[in-house]
């Protein structure tokens, strides 16, 4: 009598051995032919109702833009560009959305302007343009001292070997208007990160 090596019961003399078991897959199971991994692989390359795909497609297009504009409007680094990525963009972010910048009103002061040198008066259109002028120095003025913070302040928290020049983004951010920045501010007026 033969030992069997595997302590599974041999099968019986009656038991039916015609239909092959072809659920089973990975080792023990029978290869597929061919011809049954070509019919398994097919896709028609057109569908055979095109508007109906097309319609899905452009379904598909408009969800994955949705899901980007609200992760990047939220700040989710996955789909965020290049240059608004990492730890230290998000905090120059957070530095630049907590305080007050005198750029943020430049474009309403510019507008101000333009709707001044409509009065046909040269001294009222004179006295605009020298405001402008002003407010715009004024302006200059403060994104080079948020440069200079933002670069001590970020030297500080990650390293002197670890801050990037960031001058010229928090300067852009700063001169934009609060509601029109993107990602959105994620912090109150005077929130300032540690």
Known sequence: MAKNPTNTPAPEAGADDAAPDTTR??????????AQQEAARKRPLVPNDRKEA???????????RERA?????VGDDRYL?????????????????ARFSIG????????LVILLTLIPDAQVQTIGILALWAFFIVAV????????????K??????????????WYAAMRALQLRPLRLPKPQVKRGQYPS
């Open 54 to 64: 097309a319609k899905q497609a452009r379904a598909k297009q408009a969800e994955a």
């Open 25 to 34: 897959t990975g080792k023990g199971a029978p290869t597929p032919s061919r």
């Open 154 to 167: 970020l030297k500080a928290k990650f390293g002197e070997d670890k801050a990037e020049r960031v001058r």
């Open 104 to 111: 943020e009103v430049l474009i309403p002061v510019m507008f």
């Open 81 to 97: 560009p290049t240059r608004d990525r990492g730890p230290q963009k998000k905090y120059v972010r957070d530095y630049v959305d």
């Open 69 to 73: 504009r609200v992760g990047m409007a």
């Open 141 to 152: 003025v403060d994104v080079v001292i948020l440069g200079f913070l933002v670069t001590r």
